[in-house]
């Protein structure tokens, strides 16, 4: 199970930017793949998680309304994109199995890309 995380940057406020995580190993109907991120001197964060079956998808209450969450099975990839960044949002973002259920804890990591948010 590997996971490859993408597409972070610097941004001004307002922008937005769109991260890929590309699976390999297994598919995407296997397991629920989340968001999570970390900003310095913060714990670790879940924000977005989208479920293996269904399609459904979860957000936090802190990106809920900007970000959004969403996976292509064909490329064996999950994207979230993020609208309307804000500086708070800046921090390293990784993506990670879930397990077969949205949990909010993530098993298997990918490698963080950074998100830098300029006001």
């Known amino acids: 199970v590997q996971l490859q995380a993408s597409g972070g940057g610097l941004v001004q406020s307002g922008r937005s930017l769109r991260l890929s995580c590309a699976a390999s190993?297994?598919?995407?109907?296997?397991?629920?793949i989340g968001w999570f991120r970390q900003a310095p001197g913060k714990e670790r964060e879940g924000v977005a998680c989208?479920?293996?079956?269904?399609?459904?998808?979860y957000y936090s209450d802190s990106v809920k309304g900007r970000f959004t969450i969403s996976k292509d099975n064909a490329k064996n990839t999950v994207y979230l994109q993020m609208n309307s960044l804000k500086p708070e949002d800046t921090a390293v973002y990784y993506c990670?199995?879930?397990?077969?259920?949205?949990?909010?804890?993530?098993?298997?990591w990918g490698q963080g890309t950074q998100v830098t948010v300029s006001s």
């Open positions: 990670a199995t879930e397990g077969y259920y949205c949990s909010g804890y993530g098993r298997n």
């Open positions: 190993g297994f598919t995407l109907d296997l397991y629920a």
């Open positions: 989208i479920s293996r079956t269904d399609g459904s998808t």
